[in-house]
């Protein structure tokens, strides 16, 4: 089993965010760790082997180091924690402390990821980010010198007005660091967000900001290329990682683990074998706090709900899906269930196998949204 924790605390909300965050006074921050605390506290669960926590946000650096400390305590005392459990948690560059720190190796964190998105301060401005890349970078070094030897950088392709240039400067930049793993997401412009406003004004001014689509397909070409070149593996769409730190939260996600989410609109989901359950908190912050057993969206998953999710979120892995896991998981052959899309793409070359699994090819890639959209 997996658990996500969500902090919903930022110091200031970026223009492309839609997520569910906001700045927050000092009682509010304290007021929601207790009740955060109290509801894991609820869900105890000795049974549960817990293989990766995740602390996400918002901007979890936001808060106090001793919040995250008592946060990852009150789970090891109601979980049962994997001695080599993957502990993670996000960080904003500009909200890091020696101090803070020190507090999270105390705690057991093991993992870092900085959400970087671009080595170039007019981008970041752009973005709406509190930090410049200079600050990132005392930042990483500071990690370093602590003694945390997973770190994870986010980055952004697609940005308003970013060249191919810039964006594969951002790239080298970042790979000379060597950190051991490295997340490159296309920016998606979501409604809603300030950015959103600002685009739709300039396009009806007749001013097109974003990249060509042809620019955005070999900005992910050169991803894999310079990446590559600097020792990093490709297994996951927009995940690379040196040899032994690909992001064990996310493939248990991928693969279908069990989870677990504590803190307003966390999600999770539990496999009962031939049937599933999701769910998710509230998204009120207000709700949450008089009554932190209040969940929302509980939707129950069928046999072949699993199925079809079990081959979208597969194919997001480079590995692609295994035919022996999905037999044994389902007990039926996946030529049989879904022979007939899978020897469309093969036939096509979207597609590719082996002996045992099936995954998506180069130019699989390039489309996996259409190709996907076959399996639901």
């Known amino acids: 089993m997996e658990i996500y ?16 965050s906001a700045p927050m006074d000092d009682e509010i921050k304290d007021k929601y760790v207790k009740a955060l605390c109290k509801e894991i506290e609820n869900g ?17 650096t ?49 993992r870092i990821s900085f959400g970087l998105q671009s080595s170039h301060n007019d981008e970041l401005k752009k973005l709406g980010r509190i ?46 660091l060597n950190p051991e793993h490295i997340s490159v997401y296309s920016l998606i412009i979501e409604e809603n967000t300030p950015l959103y406003e600002y685009v739709r004004k300039m396009e009806r001014d007749g001013i097109d900001i974003r990249p060509l689509e042809e620019v955005e397909r070999e900005m992910y070409k050169v991803t894999k290329q310079i990446l590559s070149s600097f020792g990093y593996e490709r297994y996951e769409i927009s995940n690379y990682s040196k040899s032994g730190y690909e992001c064990k939260h996310n493939i248990g996600y991928w693969t ?23 769910w998710k908190n509230t998204d009120s912050i ?16 069928t046999i072949d709900d699993m199925m079809s999710e079990y081959m979208i979120l597969g194919f997001r892995l480079c590995k692609g ?21 899978i020897n469309k793409y093969l036939v096509n070359g979207f597609l590719a196998e082996n002996e045992d ?16 959209c076959d399996f639901m």
């Open 256 to 278: 279908g683990i069990d989870y677990i989410g504590f803190g307003i609109g966390a999600a999770s989901y539990k496999n009962f074998g031939n049937k599933a359950i999701r």
């Open 131 to 176: 930090h410049t890349y200079e600050d990132f970078v005392e930042n990483f070094e500071l990690a370093r010198q602590v003694g945390f030897k997973n770190i994870n950088i986010d980055l952004m392709s697609g940005l308003i007005n970013q060249s191919l240039k810039k964006f594969s400067d951002t790239l080298n930049k970042v790979a000379k």
């Open 286 to 301: 207000s709700k949450y706090l008089d009554n932190i057993e209040t969940k929302q969206d509980v939707e129950r998953l």
């Open 62 to 110: 936001v808060l106090k180091g001793e919040y995250i400390e008592k946060i990852i305590y009150t789970i090891c005392e109601n979980y049962n924690v994997n001695l080599d459990a993957e502990i993670s948690i996000e960080c904003n560059p500009g909200t890091i402390t020696y101090e803070k720190l020190i507090s999270y190796k105390r705690s057991g964190i093991n």
């Open 321 to 341: 899906v295994s035919k022996k896991d999905f037999y044994n998981k389902f007990g039926v052959t996946l030529q049989k269930k879904y022979g007939d899309i």
């Open 5 to 20: 924790v969500h902090i919903p605390f930022c110091i200031k909300k970026c223009t492309y965010c839609d997520f569910l």
């Open 357 to 372: 699994r099936v995954f998506l090819s180069e130019k699989g890639i390039d489309v996996s949204n259409y190709i996907l």
């Open 44 to 60: 105890n669960n000795k049974d549960e082997f817990v293989s990766s926590i995740f602390i996400g946000g918002g901007t979890p």
